[in-house]
Every structure is written in C-alpha cells, then in structure tokens.
C-alpha cells in the first residue's frame, strides 16, 4: 500500500507540475498572439488548466474506470467554484464585468442541465459524447463572437520582440508539460485504484475528491495568481471556462473512447451539487457585477457540507 501512496502522490506531483508548465506556455503562446484577457481566460488558459481533468478522465475511460472518469470531470467542477473561487474570493473579493461574463454563465449552467438530461438514462454514450462535443465548438464560436464584437476588450499582444530561443523555450515546456500530465494521469489512475480497493472506498468518490481536487490545482495557482495581480477577469473567466470544458470535453472525450456508466449518485447528488453551485455563483455575480466575501463563504460552506456527506453517506 506504501508503494501506491507513493506512485499516487508522485502522480499529482507529475499532474500539477505538467499543468503548470503547460498553462505557463499556453499562456505566452496566446500572448504573443495578441489575444485578449478575457478571451484567454474564457478559453485558452480554461483549455490549458483543464488538460490534466482531459488526460485523467481519458486515461480512467481507456482503462475501463469510467466512474472515475465522470467523477473526475464532477468533481472538477465542484472544486472549481466550492472550493476555488469560494477561498479564494473570501481572501480577495473580485469585480467583474457582466457584459463579458454573463453569456458564458449562461452557457455554463445551460450545459449542466443538458448533461443531466443526457445522463439521466444513466450512461453517457458516444452519441451523448457527440453532443457534448458539439457544445464546446458552439462555447468557442460564442467567444470568438463575443471578443470580435467587443471593442472594450484591448490586445495583450506584447510589443517586445520575440527570439526564436524564446520560442523554442515555450514549445520545450508545452511539451514536457502535456508529457508530465500525461504520465501522471497514468499513476494517479492505476493507483487511485488500489488505494479505493484498500480503503474500501468507491472509485467514484476517489475521483470526486482527492483526484478531482489534484487535477483541479491549476486552477487553483491560476486563480490566485491572478488575484494577486488584480486580474480578477482572468480568473473567474478561467473558472467558467473550465467548468464548460469538464462538462463537453472532459467527458465528451472520455464518451467518445468508451461509452461511460453514470450511478445514481452522480445523476441525483453529484450534478444536482454542481447546478446549485453555479447559480449561487452566477446569480450574485450577474445582478452585483461582484463576488462578494459573503457569497464566497457560503460557496466554500457548501463544498465542505459536500465532501462531508459524500464520506459520511456514500463511502
């Protein structure tokens, strides 16, 4: 058991580092670009942090764990707003602007419900992973619209010329990022498994928590460094962003390489959980143009209920 503690944790640690240099990249690549705050936040930099949440759900799906899989994509989600925006906004209250964020709230809880509608039969199939891919493509034309009419959003596009050495740095790192992640969705997987067998613990709530949370660390040093910085946009847009891809590509992917089994708890307690998530969240931020220190408390509040009766209920 000591070996696969160790296989496991060095899995996170091969999940979080690969997620941290390949946002690091992503994030110069879109940079250089000239592409705008919001719009690296809503997508790029979502895609980037979301990729170790892709490699662990596709990784659980290939080897036939696809509990894991949706559990992984779930309590990604969860983790996100609960847990993420919810400490980290009681540090540090963040002010947004409606116009850019409203549309893709919408979209974000709008996606939750289908995929509850999808998976309320419970099985996601390829047809369902279809779907869901579809939305994602829908989610990037949406916010390819929305920057190029936009006028108020400016380019980051650096005036700083940039070296071929330079560009070979990123490209290395990107690399070795998704290399990283990929190896350690591998580890984390394999091993998760045996820990849930020795602890008599479900695969699926495994994955909805200490998987859910390491895959969800990107997210988690993006949000607080742009806090830090004063780029509160960046990080709930990042956040949003990211739950949409859990919800179309994470296990949209995962649907395409094999049909995925959903329990009853993931379709009655798990995605019911995420929905209410969302609408505290989006509510307050779209009627006060700001996550409040008090709407964070009681975000963070409901995650911890959560993951108390999920071990006191479910395990």
Request: aromatic share 8%; net charge positive.
């Amino acid at each position: 058991m000591s070996t696969s503690i160790i296989l496991f944790i060095f899995g996170l640690i091969l999940v979080i580092k690969g997620g941290d240099w390949f946002v690091d990249s992503s994030v110069k690549i879109a940079k250089i670009s000239g592409l705008p705050e919001a719009f690296i936040g809503a997508t790029l930099v979502s895609i980037a942090t979301t990729s170790p949440e892709i490699m662990v759900s596709a990784t659980a799906a290939i080897k036939g764990h696809s509990t894991m899989s949706v559990g992984n994509a779930i309590g990604s989600i969860i983790c996100n707003i609960g847990l993420i925006l919810g400490l980290t906004n009681v540090i540090m209250p963040s002010k947004i602007d409606k116009r850019l964020f409203s549309g893709k709230a919408f979209l974000m809880t709008i996606y939750m419900i289908l995929l509850f509608i999808l998976g309320f039969n419970g099985s996601i199939d390829r047809v369902d992973s279809i779907i869901l891919i579809i939305l994602f493509i829908i989610y990037v034309i949406y916010n390819s619209y929305s920057v190029k009419n936009r006028r108020v959003l400016v380019s980051n596009r650096s005036s700083k010329k940039i070296l071929p050495k330079e560009i070979i740095k990123i490209a290395i790192s990107f690399i070795f990022g998704i290399t990283a992640i990929l190896i350690g969705a591998n580890l984390l997987i394999d091993n998760g498994v045996i820990l849930a067998g020795y602890l008599g613990i479900p695969e699926a709530i495994i994955s909805l928590t200490l998987i859910a949370l390491g895959t969800s660390l990107p997210e988690l040093v993006t949000a607080i460094t742009a806090l830090r910085k004063g780029h509160g946009s960046l990080s709930i847009g990042n956040i949003i962003g990211a739950n949409v891809l859990n919800i179309t590509l994470v296990i949209g992917i995962s649907g395409i390489l094999t049909p995925l089994k959903l329990l009853e708890q993931n379709i009655y307690f798990d995605f019911l959980v995420a929905l209410i998530l969302m609408l505290l969240l989006i509510i307050p931020l779209i009627k006060r143009n700001r996550v409040t220190r008090l709407n964070s408390l009681i975000l963070l509040l409901v995650y911890i209920g959560y993951i108390t009766l999920l071990y006191g209920v479910f395990s």
